[in-house]
């Protein structure tokens, strides 16, 4: 793994604001707060450009993770990186499971060579796959209902579900078209979320 050069005073920067505002921030928050008072080390980027933008939070969660790693080792306390919130916490019982939980994502921020990699497409890849992800997650109720089963259907009971339906509902059957094309759209939106 590849450590990157980050500028001088940035990890300390970074640990800085942190620990000046323990119930945590937002990544959001922290981008702001780092151009707010560290602004020549680490000025808050173009979101307009998303491989810029990648690159500024890459390097971010590079050094969340450099300090998190720091600090776990020292036993000082457990930089808890989640995402919705970055936020000290003491080290107690069950810590150790909150910093294994991390662990692929940690070793992605902490291989420099990961940002060199990434180009504009592959970003954009990323961004598209997030908003199909969590639009999906948005549906799933309304497809489940769909297929009139409950949120606690399993891939399983997903496939066996409209299968039944589909048979059932399919026009060369003498079924409703409408209907049919309703079930297919709820079972291939459950279906491109477990990518089954």
Known sequence: MQQLDVPTGLVEAVADTLAARPAGLSEFELIQQLDQEYG??????NLGDPLLLFQHHFILMHVCYR?????????RCLLDIGP??????PIGEGASQQLSSTASLRHYYL??????????????DLLDGFWKRLLGEEQR????AELGLEESADQQA????YRQLANEHH????????????IREAYEQLSAKTGK
């Open 171 to 182: 026009p060369d059957k003498g079924g409703d078209p409408e209907k049919f094309r309703r």
């Open 141 to 144: 109720p309304q497809a489940l």
């Open 84 to 89: 919705l919130r970055i936020a000290i916490r």
């Open 67 to 75: 300090l998190q790693e720091q600090w776990w080792q020292a036993k």
């Open 40 to 45: 020549s080390l680490f000025p808050k980027p």
């Open 158 to 161: 997903i496939r066996s579900r």
């Open 111 to 124: 291989d420099g060579n990961n940002l060199s990699r990434e180009t504009s497409a592959s970003v954009q």
